[in-house]
């Protein structure tokens, strides 16, 4: 099944499904094989990795060069955290152009303005973009797409903005008129009550995205209880991924040997299996000869 077929059905699946984040080819192929069903490729942990902040400092070509080695690695579908569609509705309708040529199978913009700032920085510092600018944009996306199962997520930032329940529905609904395939409700409480407050008052207009970053502890029955239909483990192998690291340079750092920490890191074998080292192998008795050619000329 291609890959837009696939998230188009785990957005619209009846039950409760998930996608786990990744921000390389490798961590992308891990996601896969833990057994998810998608990825969510993270603005967070893609700048993350490239060292720079969650402010559009990495360009959006260079996002493109870090999903097309994610979509190469994998057969589950990957859903771009798309940030601010990287400029207007015309940067946004390119972007899902290149997406598609990637094989990724689909995006999700927030409405605030670029450059977008992360959600959980400085709360009341977000600004939301014009919702009309914004449904363009959502329209224009459509308009462009050439699979029809590509699917656009329309991410309502007002409860992160503090702007209340009214203008998160007033929002949601004027992208599900645009012509959005789902909402992403997002929310920085600790609590679910903002969640639960439009899911209420949403009744099940377009499937529902979150991402419980925050409220975590909320049991994930609950979720289903509400009719999410689609969980995002939004940055955890990133912060996996950072604790690790930090733990083995120091030790290393203070020990000078590697005595103390070779068996509990992945071998080297393990690398060389995830980078498919075994199919090059193969191929290499397929297609090279099996001896070194005669230097001479034949005539």
């Known amino acids: 099944m291609k890959k837009t077929k696939q998230l188009r059905e785990l957005v619209n699946s009846q039950k409760l499904e998930f996608i786990m984040e990744a921000h390389n080819g490798l ?22 990795a490239m060292g720079v902040r969650d402010n559009n400092e990495a360009s959006w070509t260079q996002v493109l060069d870090v999903l097309e080695f994610m979509s190469d690695a994998t057969s589950i579908p990957i859903l771009l955290d798309g940030d601010t569609g990287y400029g207007n509705f015309n940067n946004a309708r390119r972007l899902v152009k290149k997406l598609e040529q990637r094989h990724i199978a689909g995006v999700c913009i927030e409405d605030k303005r670029f450059p977008k700032m992360n959600s959980f920085i400085n709360g009341q510092g977000q600004t939301l973009a014009d919702i009309e600018e914004f449904s363009g944009k959502i329209k224009a996306m459509k308009d462009t797409q050439t699979d029809a199962d590509f699917t656009v997520v329309a991410r309502v930032e007002a409860f992160i903005a503090g702007k209340g329940l009214k203008v998160a529905l007033q929002r949601a609904e004027a992208y599900r008129k645009a012509g ?15 969640i ?68 509990s890191v992945a071998t080297l074998e393990e690398v060389f299996r995830l980078q498919g080292v075994e199919e090059l192998q193969a191929a290499e008795r397929q297609y090279l000869p099996s001896s070194e050619p005669d230097s001479g000329e034949h005539v």
Do not use: C
Request: hydrophobic share 45%; no cysteine; aromatic share 10%.
């Open 27 to 48: 961590s992308a192929k891990i996601v896969e094989e833990a057994g998810f069903k998608g990825i969510w490729a993270s603005g967070l942990s893609i700048s993350a």
């Open 180 to 194: 959005a395939d789902a909402v992403f409700i997002h929310s920085k409480r600790s609590d679910v009550a903002e």
């Open 196 to 263: 639960e407050a439009f899911m209420k008052e949403w009744a099940g207009r377009l499937p529902v995205v979150i991402v419980p970053t925050k409220y975590y502890t909320t049991p994930t029955v609950r979720f289903q209880e509400m009719g999410i239909s689609l969980v995002i483990w939004a940055n955890h192998n990133l912060r996996a991924s950072i604790q690790a690291m930090k733990q083995l340079s120091d030790r290393i750092y203070r020990d000078e040997s590697l005595v103390h920490i070779e068996k």
